[in-house]
């Protein structure tokens, strides 16, 4: 079983940077894949970036290539999300999940394929 807690959200002015956790309790397997999906007021759950656990493979959604970056820090069971040039529509509440494993019968952006959940944060970026 593992467990994700999330930490680091707030607010923060348009431009700005912020950088979230999301830290594992559990051993994580090595094709695991952990992700960042966020959820703004009536709007689905979506997207926003993904790390392998081993070997650091990354996936970012469109809308955050260039902005955002995914890392991994093993020896702390973290992976992390930096978040710069902040816009009001990154506004959500941000969920880190991970995968048991990966054998690619999903694709890695899907919700599908991650069976554990943080509990989320949010995060606020003022115009």
């Known amino acids: 079983q593992v467990q994700l807690v999330e930490s680091g959200g707030g607010l923060v002015q348009t431009g700005g940077s912020l950088r979230i956790s999301c830290a594992a309790s559990?051993?994580?397997?090595?094709?695991?894949?952990v992700a960042w999906f966020r959820q703004a007021p009536g709007k689905e759950r979506e997207f926003v970036a993904t790390i392998r656990w081993s070997g650091g493979r990354t996936d970012y959604a469109d809308s955050v290539k260039g902005r955002f970056t995914i890392s991994r820090d093993n020896a702390k069971n973290t992976v992390y999300l930096q978040m710069n040039s902040l816009e009001p529509e990154d506004t959500a509440v941000y969920y880190c999940g991970a995968s048991a494993f990966y054998d690619g019968v999903y694709s890695i952006r899907t919700r599908e394929l991650y069976d554990y959940w943080g509990q989320g944060i949010q995060v606020t970026v003022s115009a």
């Open positions: 559990g051993r994580l397997d090595p094709t695991a894949y």
